[in-house]
Nanobody, 130 residues
Framework: QVKVVESGGGEVQPGGSLRLSCTAS????????VAWFRQVPGKEREGVGC???????RYVDSVKGRFSIARDNHANTVNLQMNNLKPEDTAMYYC????????????????????????WGQGTQVTVSP
């Protein structure tokens, strides 16, 4: 049974930093493309960033230069480092792994491939407020 778990959320002031972690059991994240999404109540879920199975990273424009995704393969973890956080970054953050192994999902239109990410965590809340 596959389980994906996010951690590291919390409340931070504008300009602050947080690092979210995505870990998995029953699944080796290194074999999958992994993406981070976020959602605010009443709004559609939106992509944040994506790391390909082999190589390659994509970020949405609103987080470029502030957020970065990296794998820690020894720990079967994918981290989302968030710097210079803004109030508009407040959301529930979700990690998702591709349904298929060895699939490069992080193309230029990866945010439209949300349905190809079959393994989701329950989310971790990030709140940015003064």
């Amino acid at each position: 049974q596959v389980k994906v778990v996010e951690s590291g959320g919390g409340e931070v002031q504008p300009g602050g930093s947080l690092r979210l972690s995505c870990t998995a059991s029953g699944l080796t994240l290194d074999d999958h493309s992994v993406a981070w999404f976020r959602q605010v109540p009443g709004k559609e879920r939106e992509g944040v960033g994506c790391i390909n199975w082999l190589a390659g990273l994509r970020y949405v424009d609103s987080v470029k230069g502030r957020f970065s995704i990296a794998r820690d393969n020894h720990a079967n973890t994918v981290n989302l480092q968030m710097n210079n956080l803004k109030p508009e970054d407040t959301a529930m953050y979700y990690c998702a792994a591709s349904t298929q192994k060895y699939e490069q999902l992080c193309s230029y239109d990866w945010t439209r491939a949300e349905g190809d990410f079959g393994y989701w965590g329950q989310g971790t809340q990030v709140t940015v407020s003064p």
